[in-house]
Each structure stands twice: as C-alpha cells, then as structure tokens.
C-alpha cells in the first residue's frame, strides 16, 4: 500500500488547508488511519485518527474544534480540513494506515512514527506552514 498527501502550503494564520491522502489500495480488515505532525526535531505527534473497528475518532486537543478527519472508502482517500490555523500548526503533515493487531494500538497511541514489523504504512509528507 502507497500512501500520498496532497494539499499542503503556506497560508496565513486564521486561514483553512485541505489535506488529502490517497492510497493504492484498500487495506482489509481492521484498520487505524491517522494524520500526524512532525515539527523540526519533534516526534511525530497524532492529530487525528479513525478507527474502523469501533467507528472512533479521536482527535489532539490542540486541534478539536479547528480540523476535521474523514475518509472517502470508494476514492480511498483520507482528508484532513484543517480550519482556524495557527503558526504552531506549521509542520509536515504525514498519513498513515495500521492494520492487524497494530491498529488499535496506535489508534490509543499519541506520538511515534513507523512501527517496527509491518502492518503500518506511512506517506512522504507535506509542508504546512503558516503565518
């Protein structure tokens, strides 16, 4: 499974970005799909992420309220609406899928890039900067 995001650049504070991630194909099972930050010389920190084994959605409290996660399953596409943004949303936003046992596991964790061992396939990135 590949994993692409679209959609990020510079705007000024206050302003809105959509984010998209698409992926090759369809991951079966369960599954965790999350966006995640990553300021220069921080951890990759969760922002947004859903879980189809129990419909969750859960969100970074520095985000609820301003940034909105979904997931068009016929396109295969993840979206983040980011809303209200701020400079210290600046940061390369990043997708991710989980599957397996894996998925529940980092639907709960908050911080972390790449397990170890499959099951979790990550994109490149996009630059989100603002203003």
């Known amino acids: 499974v590949q994993l692409v995001e679209s959609g990020g650049g510079s705007v000024q504070a206050g302003g809105s970005l959509r984010l998209s991630c698409a992926a090759s194909?369809?991951?079966?099972?369960?599954?965790?799909v999350a966006w995640f930050q990553q300021a220069p010389g921080k951890e990759h920190e969760q922002v947004a992420a859903?879980?189809?084994?129990?419909?969750?959605?859960k969100y970074a409290d520095s985000v609820k309220g301003r940034f909105t996660i979904s997931r068009d399953m016929t396109k295969k596409i993840l979206s983040l609406q980011m809303d209200n943004l701020r400079p210290d949303d600046t940061a390369t936003y990043t997708c991710?899928?989980?599957?397996?046992?894996?998925?529940?596991?980092?639907?709960?964790?908050?911080?972390?890039?790449?397990?170890?061992?499959?099951?979790?396939?990550w994109g490149q990135g996009t630059q989100v900067t603002v203003s």
């Open positions: 859903i879980y189809t084994g129990g419909g969750d959605t």
């Open positions: 194909s369809s991951i079966s099972g369960n599954k965790c």
């Open positions: 991710a899928a989980f599957q397996g046992a894996l998925a529940q596991a980092r639907f709960a964790l908050t911080v972390g890039g790449p397990s170890p061992g499959g099951n979790n396939y």
